[in-house]
């Protein structure tokens, strides 16, 4: 679980720790503080996992170099690293990628593109963005899947979950051993008050993903069906 976000001190530097102590003993993997990452085994495999955000004592994705050694020397000891990002303009008209730095309320909140390819760059193998309140594109970058945002799931009254704010889906993705991205599923849900979120059968969340990544990275090897799968194009499989 990621405690990287503009959230993570509304009760203060106390609360952060708090939240960390409590999912530790749960046993749920987290990060966010800064310098505090999840290292854990699945089937003989190492698996990292780093949270960054542009908010005060987190892993900062501001400053790209000292993230980028961060990744790299993580990945020295891990066969798969994780990358969260909370990142990005927030609200209804921020499903596009801007290929630039980022503001909300005069806050910068970063250069995603950037950002996520300097990661791959330095040995991340999946990137999961979140932030925007609203699903963006995907992109695979050298074999890595970036998910530039997945948007809402299960949010608390105050939070907008009207239109695209309430869509909410679910990435489920298979890497190869070294890492590398081999299939998905965006599985749609969309929140409803005051029930929270449940799946939506007419995929929409998909949907809108699959048109974001056609229109922000279409020169990338996915190919996203109309229910949500996720594979590279057989053409760029056999290169």
């Given at each position: ?6 959230h993570?001190?509304?009760?203060g530097?106390e ?39 542009p ?27 994780l ?13 596009r990628?801007?290929?630039?730095e980022?503001?909300?309320?005069g ?7 950037l ?26 970058y ?29 990435l ?8 590398e ?44 069906s ?5 594979s ?8």
């Amino acid at each position: 679980m990621s405690l990287a976000n503009n959230h993570t001190r509304d009760f203060g530097d106390e609360g952060r720790l708090s939240s960390m102590t409590v999912l530790t003993q749960a046993g749920i993997h987290n990060s966010g503080l800064e310098g505090h990452f999840a290292s854990w085994q699945v089937k003989g495999k190492q698996i990292g996992m780093i949270a960054f955000a542009p908010f005060r004592g987190a892993n900062n994705p501001l400053d790209i170099k000292t993230a980028q050694e961060t990744v790299r020397a993580f990945k020295a000891e891990h066969d798969v690293v994780l990358v969260s990002m909370h990142m990005g303009a927030e609200g209804e008209q921020a499903t596009r990628v801007t290929f630039a730095e980022e503001y909300f309320h005069g806050e910068n909140r970063g250069d995603v593109v950037l950002f996520s390819r300097s990661m791959v760059e330095a040995g991340a193998d999946l990137i999961l963005g979140h932030g925007p309140h609203v699903p963006r594109a995907l992109e695979l970058y050298q074999g890595r899947l970036i998910a530039y945002s997945l948007g809402n799931f299960c949010t608390y009254y105050g939070i907008n979950v009207r239109g695209k704010n309430g869509l909410a889906p679910i990435l489920n993705v298979t890497l190869y051993d070294d890492g590398e991205f081999k299939s998905g599923q965006i599985i749609s849900a969309r929140q409803m008050r005051p029930n929270g979120p449940i799946l939506d059968p007419s995929h929409a969340a998909a949907r809108l993903m699959a048109d974001l990544t056609r229109m922000d990275f279409p020169e990338t090897p996915l190919e996203i069906s109309t229910t949500g799968l996720i594979s590279v194009k057989a053409s760029a499989a056999q290169e």
